[in-house]
C-alpha cells in the first residue's frame, strides 16, 4: 500500500514538473512570437513603398527590363539561369511549414532542371541546409542562426550581385 502511494506522488510530481516545462515552453514561443510580430511591423511601411515602386515601375511601358515584363514581351531571350531563395525554421517547432516549403523547392528544382536552367540556391534556416545539403545543386547559406532582416537584406543583396555577376548570360538590349 505505502509503495502504491510512493509511486501516485512520484506520478504527481512528475506531472506538475511537465507542467512548468510546457508552460515555460509556451511564455518563450510568446515572447518569440512578439518580437516577431514587432519585427513584421516595422517591415510594413517598407514593404509599402516597395509595392508602390513596383507598381509603377510595371505601368511603366517605356521601361524594358525581364524582372517587370514577363520574358515572351521582353523579347526572345532565353534565361538560362535560375536563383531560388529558400527560407525554413531552424527547429521543428514550425509545424509544417518548412516541410511544405521543401517540398515545393523540390518541385520547383525538378521543373527548372526539365527547362534545362542552371540553379543556385540561397538558403535561409538550418532545415533547408540539412535537407538540401545532399543535392548537386550549387547554394549559398545566409544568415545565421535567427534571421533578422537588417542583417539578412545586406546578405541577399551581396548574394544576388554575386550571382548576376558569374557568368552573365542577359544581353543588354539596344
Known amino acids: 500500500m505505502g509503495a502504491q502511494i510512493r509511486v501516485y506522488r512520484?506520478?504527481?510530481?512528475?506531472?506538475?514538473?511537465m507542467q512548468k516545462i510546457f508552460k515555460?515552453?509556451?511564455m518563450i514561443a510568446t515572447s518569440r512570437i512578439n518580437k516577431a510580430r514587432r519585427s513584421a511591423?516595422?517591415?510594413?511601411p517598407y514593404a509599402n513603398?516597395?509595392?508602390?515602386?513596383?507598381?509603377a515601375l510595371a505601368t511603366q511601358q517605356s521601361v524594358q527590363h525581364p524582372l517587370i515584363h514577363r520574358p515572351d514581351t521582353f523579347g526572345k531571350h532565353e534565361h538560362k539561369r535560375s536563383a531560388v531563395l529558400v527560407?525554413?525554421?531552424?527547429?521543428?517547432?514550425a509545424g509544417s511549414y518548412s516541410s511544405s516549403v521543401l517540398k515545393k523547392t523540390e518541385e520547383l528544382i525538378e521543373r527548372l532542371r526539365g527547362e534545362g536552367r542552371e540553379i543556385q540556391l540561397y538558403l535561409v534556416g538550418r532545415k533547408a541546409?540539412?535537407?538540401l545539403n545532399s543535392g548537386n545543386v550549387p547554394m549559398n547559406v545566409l544568415g545565421k542562426d535567427t534571421p533578422i532582416i537588417r542583417i539578412l537584406i545586406p546578405q541577399l543583396r551581396f548574394a544576388m550581385c554575386s550571382w548576376r555577376s558569374?557568368?552573365?548570360d542577359m544581353k543588354t538590349a539596344g
Not at 511591423?41 to 510594413?44: A, M, P, R
Not at 527560407?87 to 517547432?93: E, F, K, P, Q, V
Open 87 to 93: 527560407m525554413t525554421s531552424d527547429r521543428g517547432l
Open 41 to 44: 511591423q516595422t517591415t510594413g
Open 166 to 168: 558569374t557568368k552573365r
Open 49 to 55: 513603398a516597395l509595392t508602390r515602386v513596383v507598381t
Open 10 to 17: 512520484q506520478k504527481i510530481a512528475s506531472t506538475s514538473s
Open 24 to 26: 515555460a515552453m509556451e
Open 129 to 131: 541546409k540539412s535537407y
